[in-house]
């Protein structure tokens, strides 16, 4: 079954450490995304491609730092800098401009 | 820019009972509108999704949405809504770029 895997489901880290989060799709789409969710927020754009090796900041960029070398795959790095880290993490990916994204399960990411 | 209010951070509604979830959004033109739906801890499901024509589209699970230009809304319904409804639901809008607005979600409780 294609689909978007993101992993590991729960993650933990110390305050000061960065940390990668994995995306994987095998759906064959050009486009994926990182949102973040947080409670009573909805979900905030971080980054976003659009191609391979490219891409462009979202509305929340500080602080995460992401990578393209394969259309597979847009692993997204949390950064020291980042504030306020904790929350769940969300990939997507779509084909084109006006199709829906589909969406991997999530990361929650907590520091501490 | 595009974005999306949903008035209603939370509604309960007894099994059995009609739904009906509120959205509006701010762009120019004509939007893409998506409709999701989330459960506890998991990505995101899409139900229903308009670009144009029939303002009146059918989803997944029995939902229903309708696009009103006028009114700047794509409000959400179900007749009969089912225990297992109960969830977090999302409201979307594209703009013909590649950034996707979502709004901050109508958590629904459904009661016995």
């Known amino acids: 079954d294609g689909g978007i895997t993101q992993s590991p489901k729960y993650l933990f880290r110390k305050e000061g450490q960065n940390v990668t989060l994995s995306c994987e799709q095998n759906l064959n789409h050009d486009a994926m995304y990182w949102y973040r969710q947080d409670p009573g927020q909805g979900l905030r754009l971080i980054y976003y491609?659009?191609?391979?090796?490219?891409?462009q900041k979202g509305d929340i960029a500080e602080g995460y730092s992401v990578s393209r070398e394969k259309k597979e795959s847009f692993p997204l790095t949390v950064t020291s800098a980042q504030k306020n880290p904790t929350a769940f993490y969300l990939c997507?990916?779509?084909?084109?401009?006006?199709?829906?994204?589909?969406f991997g399960n999530g990361t929650r990411l907590t520091v501490t | 820019a595009q974005s999306v209010t949903q008035p209603d951070i939370h509604i309960t509604v007894s099994e059995g009972a009609s739904l009906e979830l509120r959205c509006n959004y701010s762009y120019g033109a004509t939007p893409y509108l998506f409709w999701y739906v989330q459960s506890p801890g998991q990505g995101l499901q899409l139900l229903l999704k308009y670009f144009s024509g029939d303002t009146l589209v059918q989803g997944i699970k029995g939902f229903e949405a309708e696009f009103k230009r006028s009114q700047s809304s794509f409000n959400l319904r179900k007749p009969s809504v089912h225990w297992s409804d109960a969830a977090e639901y999302f409201c979307a809008v594209g703009a013909g770029d590649y950034k996707l607005s979502f709004g901050a979600g109508t958590t629904v409780t459904v009661r016995a």
């Open positions: 997507a990916s779509r084909t084109s401009l006006n199709s829906p994204l589909h």
């Open positions: 491609s659009q191609i391979v090796n490219d891409f």
